[in-house]
């Protein structure tokens, strides 16, 4: 479970890290970030619809907090996170997920990182 303080909770906060954050995809995720300094990272979802009905859309955004917040052993700070789950996503194991999401985070943050050394640099 996610705590208070590790939600994107506000629709500003989600529009802004969709429109102005690094994108990475993969099969069942599409991950969105931005580097926020040392606030608390924190990671907001979404799950439309097109996923499944509620129960299927329910799971998979259980199995993805899950997997937030293993990752914020990785990233406890400096990042707004926004996953929007793709259709595949419900029928996706537990592994599968946990492995898209990671692996968009991981490359997210790199680029965000790239981006603000070139920023430094000009």
């Known amino acids: 479970m996610l705590a208070v303080g590790n939600r994107v909770r506000k629709s500003a906060d989600f529009s802004h890290t ?28 979404i799950v439309a619809k097109s996923v499944g009905n509620a129960v299927t859309r329910n799971l998979v955004k259980r199995r993805l907090r899950e997997a937030a917040a293993q990752s914020l052993r990785e990233y406890p700070t400096g990042f707004d996170v ?23 985070l991981r490359t997210c943050a790199g680029k965000v990182d790239r981006t603000r050394l070139l920023s430094q640099k000009g």
């Open 18 to 45: 969709v429109r102005s954050g690094a994108r990475s995809g993969r099969r069942n995720v599409v991950l969105y970030a931005v580097k926020t300094g040392e606030n608390p990272t924190r990671v907001g979802f």
């Open 82 to 104: 926004v996953v929007r789950a793709l259709p595949p996503a419900a029928t996706a194991t537990w592994q599968e997920l946990r492995t898209d999401y990671m692996g968009a």
